[in-house]
């Protein structure tokens, strides 16, 4: 069953969301396994995020790579919103 993650991150601009998109792919989570959907919104000059994960446990391994480097940019770390996936549409 797929989980939708919305972050709403304090500090996170764009200029450190590109940072945080350019330390993951050199790192080799740019595209992590189990994500199958990421969108980076922004309002008010701050970057959220909503994912699409195949498993809380897939999230939680990629946290373990994502956590430092928004601790490195001084990104405050929020607990996400956490849904079950219950329909998904493109186009």
């Given at each position: 069953?797929?989980?939708g993650f919305y972050f709403a991150h304090e500090g996170f601009t764009p200029e450190k969301y590109a940072s945080a998109i350019k330390q993951?792919?050199?790192a080799g989570a740019?595209?992590?396994?189990g994500r199958t959907l990421h969108v980076a919104l922004e309002s008010d000059g701050a970057i959220q995020i909503?994912?699409?994960w195949e498993s809380?446990?897939?999230f939680e391994a990629?946290?373990?790579?994502?956590?430092p480097v928004l601790a490195e940019l001084g990104?405050?770390?929020?607990?996400?919103?956490?849904a079950?996936?219950?329909?998904?549409?493109k186009g």
């Open positions: 069953m797929a989980l993951l792919e050199s740019g595209s992590p396994k909503f994912d699409i809380q446990q897939d990629f946290g373990g790579t994502l956590k990104v405050a770390l929020n607990d996400p919103m956490v079950t996936v219950h329909n998904v549409i």
